[in-house]
């Protein structure tokens, strides 16, 4: 454990509103002497008590958080970042290859359909990326990107995103946010470790963010894209101001007085400080979410005042806030990439709305100094097919899902500047080159924490399960810097 | 068998005090990191086998793995040492490294002469010595003084003979406000009624025997079975829908079996004849069969749902894999429920730790698979028994004749409409034409066009209102327009509407069983193990049977022998091998559970793993005179929570002392009371107990669940329910894996993949925000100050005491109850001023109450 981080817990103690009781210090010291535990490798079947204390990863970390802007739906590669000149050559011909997997066959064609995006080249790294994203293009030289990903045996969507985020296209199954959460706990003793924004609407299949078979408490906070933000962490109408203070400072002393009758019941001492985490959480998760302060060039930076790009904006803002206080993972749930008709001018509005702020986020984190500690992601569970779908009005067709190559990107938190991993063929159609799959990326990503996703595990019903599962995961080493 | 036993007894022994062995102290290591490659399923890395002593001597490609005395020269030793093996990430622990250098420094000794070749799977003696495999013995009741006995039972006998052993005594009996309060929330999961309380204490000082009184009434409520119920539920699996996938397709019959399973545990069903429904119910009652199904019938064919709980795909997709899982996924719960052992973990391969073999899990498999037949796979609605009567069919062929009628004579009334309606339109053309029209609308309504000759069919064009047909909707048009009708034609349609939904109403509800039966079938269905798993790579047939390990025991295959069944018969002789009071798990693993959730801690600590992964007993001979007693008193769980809840170790204080928490921190001898923190249901039902909102129905089908306006998932509708059925207790709620209501699943309510052995325990802020600012914990407060208003008057004093009684079950000590008046009274001057500040205040007292470490901890 860091000594800044204790510095700030004691300096929480000296100005903590409760009035923090001698049992309560207690405590906390106690947490204090939990936190050089290691990663709770095989906890036991029977009642334990598990926490959000930051724990020691099995190897030094490149990355402390993350935040994971996930475009649910499926974002065209072919119309973004992976250029595919063939497709415009045969555009409104027949498909040469062979057989093509349509997930929705209503409106199916084998008809290629050409890009009319153009690519150039961005940054030193000459990276290609369409006219779409431009603001991505300005951060070219800060991200690697995968033009390879490969969901091996998924298919469409729910499965897709529990794929991407759990593993495996399952039901119950933890998310990545609430394993690195169990196996590091969290920075921030006033915030949740694990926060999921969503904005526009729930994914299908949500919740993303469950913890599934871990202890709840390495489920993550819904944050939501109106008031009230977070579930019930608004006092109640009539208790609003000092009566909730006066309301929780009788309850403390109910408590600590049951305590006394029960000296040294842990249980009872860990509720107590519930209470005051929970209090805390009020005041902190108030202000994190309280974007009002931020300046009106950041503000600009992210495109907060416009009404494009504003939800978007103000979920990168709140998950910047959230990582410079501590909080581990903060995913961004944006399900509005689905285009079976009329893509390309629903490209064009959605990437206008995701493209400035999700490159501001990476601009503003690399400001703060924070980049290097923080792991950004962007992209989905799928990409599009290179064929046309006429689903819809005519003459405005759309691309139905490809889950066997597309694209994604990462910045920061220890991976390579200006990098391209891997390569589809020459339709976008199948990831040929340095092919991730799932379990890659989430092995990956866990690798950057410094924890190997094959020893993290969580044992139930006697197995000893792990985000892997029964499958293999390879690191990408290729995308390390 | 008297040899086995030997060496189970020698194993006990402290390890320095005998030579490491082979069998003993090395194997279990090979097997769970080496068999794998050298030796299992054939196969024979570098030609290296390490399943016997003389085959490491004997070596591989490389040479021998092991030179007895010279751990310098040994291959294996090197091999591990530097991290060559085994392959993988997976490395031996430094203190497993180290036992193995030590015996091969010792001489690398056996215990005895190894077998001449190993036949299949190789189970040591060491391994069948198990601990959990060997038979349930009826150890003596160690003999306590006189003085002792009078106070105590034989449970404590047991427990005193540890305590002793480690210069720890009892604590005293815990006080009778505290006690009743343990007992009510132990046994029916609901804090006892401040008169309750107050009559019992009131008891118990003049009558000794008020306690066991108080424990009989507790066994009798009703609300019994829906507490331990709960508990049943949680180990079997229990859910309201399919799961497996996003669909989470709805089991609308599912709470049958819920019902089945509180029923059973109210009636004290005996555990065998429990078990036995549950695994084999249809096969009792020879189903399938003609005819209609007597009641009792129906509840064995619905204790079968145990079988059916697993999470189950095949309601949304056909394919294999999704079958497979489910036979897989209901292995798993039969065996951690039943065996308290993770067979699961040998589908793949045999087991790394527990000598279960993987063919021991397809033998499991076997008993199951004519009833879930892999090859002629049905889906969810395709099992659902139909409860159709011949009386259902009877009163629904008498309805209809009655619907009949009423149409008759609705047809009638409409006629007559149509007569008038048809009169009063002629009206409305030239009288010349009038019979004309007539005769062409009476053609018209006949037959409508078929008949009309082209000059009628015109002049019906011309004056299309005279097409008066007579049904209800048509006719309402046309007497619209005739006002001295209109009222008595809308009367004469509400009546027919009426009259319809009135018979409807007494239609029979044909509702259906999710049970598991049998396609009577020649040849069986066949089970064969598959290779590494996969259901694609079927290997060696195998029939049905239980562990390997146990066959010194008892006869581990499973042979029907009712040949009169029309089924298979295996369930139910596998029950009756379960049940027999000779199996050396089942007995220990139901009182062990049983008794967690008296103690809040297992005598072994992991309830679903009596493996070698698992923890061993604490008190092994009160384990096992439990078991045997359990069975010996016909099986009965009423009888075994009279034992345990009149023994002196049950009802100690909780209250921890310097000198035995020195000694015992973790409590594990039992020298005093546990305190536990209410699970996620019993917070909700208490609560709703002491705001007098809970809605006692019960039985039948759930409470549904919805997604408020913040996408939270809460009890009941969005709106509130006229009945108050969203008050109803948490075993009614619905269970639906993909929606879990958040107020429960905060809490720790069990998510069921595939189901819960023992729950965890969290305490994390979102529970604290819950009890400080969720919708349901601020209105149940209100409801709660409305209640102590009315019956404690304005009074702040009184007020304060009422509350704390009512949510504590006691009376507020002196200091208590002065800070909470003084609170009441300083919260309502700071509440804006107004009528009913004071009730505010009140309210915000009364949810301090319930969310305080006295409400929510069983003490």
Redesign the interface.
């Known amino acids: 454990m860091n000594s800044d981080f204790c510095q700030s817990r004691r300096h929480f103690i000296g100005s903590n509103a409760f009035n923090l009781s001698a049992i309560g210090l207690a405590t906390l010291l106690n947490e204090d002497g939990l936190l050089a535990a290691t990663v709770p490798e095989k906890p036991a079947l029977t009642p334990i008590v598990y926490d959000t204390l930051p724990k020691k990863p099995h190897f030094q970390p490149r990355a402390k958080a993350m935040i994971s802007l996930f475009m649910g739906g499926g974002p065209s590669h072919m119309d973004m970042f992976d250029p595919k000149p063939l497709l415009n050559k045969w555009d409104g011909k027949l498909f040469p290859g062979g057989e093509i997997k349509f997930d929705n066959t209503g409106g199916a064609t084998r008809t290629v359909m050409g890009s009319p995006f153009k690519f150039s080249k961005h940054g030193e790294s000459g990276i290609e990326m369409s006219e779409l994203i431009p603001h991505m293009g300005g951060i070219a030289d800060e991200m690697t990107l995968i033009r390879s990903m490969n969901l091996k045996g998924i298919r469409n969507h729910v499965a897709g995103m529990k794929a991407m985020d759990t593993g495996t296209g399952l039901n119950g199954k933890p998310a990545l946010g609430s394993w690195i959460t169990y196996g590091l706990g969290s920075e921030s003793r006033d915030l949740p470790a694990f926060v999921a924004l969503v904005i526009r609407k729930n994914p299908p299949g949500s919740p993303f963010w469950s913890s599934g078979l871990l202890p709840s408490i390495y489920q993550g906070t819904h944050v939501r894209e109106q008031e009230p933000r977070i579930m019930n962490l608004d006092p109640p109408e009539y208790l609003k101001g000092s009566a909730q203070d006066r309301q929780l400072a009788f309850l403390e002393r109910v408590n600590s007085r049951h305590l006394a009758q029960h000296p040294g019941e842990l249980d009872l001492q860990a509720r107590i400080a519930s209470y005051q985490l929970a209090a805390r959480m009020q005041t902190a998760a108030t202000d994190a979410l309280d974007i009002k302060k931020e300046s009106e060039a950041t503000r600009k930076l992210y495109g907060a005042d416009d009404d494009r790009t504003k939800a978007l904006a103000e979920a990168c803002i709140i998950a910047r806030r959230l990582v410079e206080r501590g909080v581990r993972f903060v995913q961004i749930w944006d399900y509005s990439w689905d285009m079976h008709e009329n893509i390309n001018e629903a490209l064009v509005k959605r990437c206008g709305a995701s493209d400035q702020p999700s490159a501001a986020l990476v601009k503003d984190l690399k400001s703060r100094g924070l980049l290097d500690s923080t792991l950004v992601f962007w992209g989905g569970e799928m990409g599009r097919l290179p064929v046309i779908q006429t689903r819809g009005k005519a003459g405005k067709p759309g691309r139905d899902h490809n889950t066997d190559g597309f694209s994604i990107w990462m910045a920061g938190g220890g991976v390579k500047q200006g990098h391209i991993h891997g390569a589809t063929d020459e339709w976008g159609l199948f990831a040929t080159e340095g092919v991730v799959h799932h379990h890659d990326y989430l092995a990956t990503v866990m690798h950057l924490f410094g924890l190997d996703a094959t020893k993290l595990a969580y044992k139930r019903n006697g197995r000893a399960e792990t985000i892997l599962g029964s499958a293999t995961g390879n690191v990408v080493n290729g995308i390390l810097a | 068998m008297k040899l086995v036993f030997a060496i189970a007894s020698s194993v006990a022994l402290p390890l320095h005090a005998v030579e490491l062995s082979f069998e003993r102290d090395v194997r279990p290591i090979l097997k769970a990191h080496c068999f794998h490659c050298h030796g299992e399923e054939g196969e024979m890395k570098g030609d290296l086998d390490v399943r016997l002593k003389r085959f490491l001597d004997q070596g591989g490609e490389s040479g021998p793995a092991i030179v007895a005395g010279k751990p310098h020269e040994s291959l294996l030793l090197e091999q591990i040492k530097n991290g060559e093996m085994p392959k993988g990430?997976?490395k031996l622990k430094p203190e497993e490294v180290a036992k193995i250098e030590q015996w091969i420094t010792a001489g690398a000794k056996t215990l005895r002469p190894e077998p001449e070749k190993i036949e299949g799977h190789f189970i040591t003696e060491e391994e069948r010595g198990w601990w959990a495999f060997r038979p349930v013995r009826r150890p003596d009741v160690p003999a306590m003084t006189n003085d002792e006995a009078r106070m105590t039972n034989a449970v404590d006998a047991f427990v005193r003979q540890k305590l002793v052993a480690s210069k720890l005594t009892p604590s005293a009996e815990a006080d009778p406000a505290t006690l009743i309060r343990r007992a009510y929330f132990d046994l029916i999961g609901l804090p006892p009624t401040a008169q309750e309380v107050t009559a019992f204490i009131q008891e118990s000082h003049q009558s000794p025997s008020s306690y066991e009184r108080l424990i009989e009434r507790l066994l009798a409520r009703p609300e019994y079975g829906e507490r331990w119920g709960r508990h049943w539920l949680d180990v079997v699996g229990y859910a309201d829908s399919e799961?497996?996938?996003?669909n989470?397709t709805e089991r609308p019959s599912a709470w049958r079996y819920r019902d089945y399973v509180i029923r059973a545990l109210n009636a004290d069903l005996p555990f065998d004849r429990f078990i036995t429904e549950q695994l084999a119910g249809d096969e009792l009652i020879g189903y399938p069969k003609e005819g209609e199904l007597k009641a009792d019938e129906i509840d064995k064919l619905t204790a079968t749902g145990f079988l059916r709980m697993a999470?189950d795909g095949t309601a949304s997709t056909k394919e294999k894999a999704a079958q497979n899982a489910v036979i897989t996924e209901t292995v798993?719960i039969v065996s951690?429920s039943l065996l308290g052992?993770?067979v699961?973990?040998a589908e793949?391969h045999d087991h790394r730790f527990d000598p279960i073999l993987q063919k021991d899990f397809y033998r499991l498999r076997a008993v199951l698979e004519p009833g879930l037949n892999y090859a002629g796979w049905f889906d969810p609605k395709k099992r659902e028994v139909s409860l159709r009567t011949a009386w259902d069919t009877k009163k629904e062929t008498r309805l209809n004749a009655e619907l009949k009628a009423i149409e008759v004579e609705y047809q009638k009334k409409l006629n007559a409409y149509q007569e008038c309606t048809l009169n009063a339109e002629l009206e409305a053309i030239p009288e010349k034409d009038r019979e004309f029209g007539r005769a062409a609308a009476l053609k018209w309504r006949k037959d409508r066009d078929k008949s009309l000759t082209p000059e009628e069919k015109k002049f019906l064009a011309d004056f299309p209102f005279l097409k008066v047909s007579a049904s209800e909707q048509q006719l309402n048009l046309f007497v619209q327009r005739h006002d001295e009708k209109v009222k008595e034609f809308e009367a004469d349609v509400a009546k027919h509407k009426a009259d319809v939904a009135a018979v409807n109403a007494r239609m029979p509800k044909i509702g259906s069983v999710r049970a598991l039966s049998e396609v009577p079938a020649r040849p069986l269905p066949v089970t064969k193990v598959f290779l590494r798993g996969n259901h694609e790579s079927p290997g060696a047939e195998v029939g049905p049977g239980d562990l390997t390990v146990l066959s010194d025991v008892l006869a581990v295959d499973i042979a029907p022998k009712d040949k009169s069944l029309p089924t298979s018969g295996r369930r139910l002789a596998f029950a009756k091998h379960l049940t027999s009071g000779k199996h050396p798990l089942v007995a220990r693993v139901l009182v062990n559970r049983f008794w967690?959730h008296h103690f809040?801690?297992?005598l072994v600590?992991?309830?679903?793993?009596f493996?070698a992964?698992?923890?061993k007993p604490s008190h092994p001979e009160l384990l096992d005179w439990l078991a045997s007693e359990f069975m010996s008193s016909g099986w009965s769980l009423k009888q075994f929570h009279r034992l345990v809840m009149n023994s002196a170790t049950y009802k100690q204080s909780?209250?921890?002392r310097p000198e035995a928490?020195r000694l015992d921190a973790a409590n594990v001898l039992l020298w005093r009371m546990n305190?536990r923190?209410l699970e996620a249901e019993t917070i909700r039902d208490a609560t709703l107990a002491v705001t007098g909102r809970l809605n006692p129905q019960r039985f039948g089908e759930p409470v549904g669940v919805a997604e408020d306006a913040?996408?939270?998932v809460v009890i009941g509708s969005k709106e509130p329910s006229s009945d108050g059925r969203e008050f109803r207790r948490s075993i009614y709620v619905q269970q639906r894996?993909?929606a879990l209501p958040?107020q429960l699943?905060?809490?720790?309510s069990p998510?069921m993949?595939p189901?819960c052995?023992?729950?965890?325990?969290?305490?994390?802020?979102?529970?604290?925000?819950?009890l400080?600012?969720?919708s349901f914990v601020?209105e149940q407060s209100r409801a709660f100050a409305k209640r102590v208003m009315s019956e404690a008057g304005d009074d702040v004093s009184k007020q304060a005491a009422r509350a704390w009684e009512l949510a504590f079950g006691r009376q507020p000590?002196a200091?208590?109850h002065r800070?909470?008046a003084a609170?009441l009274t300083?919260?309502t001057k700071?509440?804006p001023a107004g009528s009913d500040a004071a009730e505010?205040a009140l309210?915000?007292?009364c949810?301090?109450?319930l969310?305080?470490?006295?409400f929510?901890?069983i003490?």
């Open positions: 990430d997976k799961g497996f996938d996003e989470d999470p798993k951690s052992m993770t699961g973990c793949c967690m809040g801690r297992g600590n992991s309830a679903g793993d493996g992964q698992g923890e909780s209250l921890r928490e305190v923190r913040n996408a939270q894996r993909s958040y699943a905060v809490f720790d998510q993949e189901n052995e023992a729950r965890n325990i969290s305490t994390v802020a979102p529970q604290s925000l819950l400080m600012n969720s601020v000590a200091q208590d800070d909470a609170y300083e919260q700071s509440l505010k309210a915000s007292l949810q301090a109450l969310g305080s470490n006295p929510l901890y003490e």
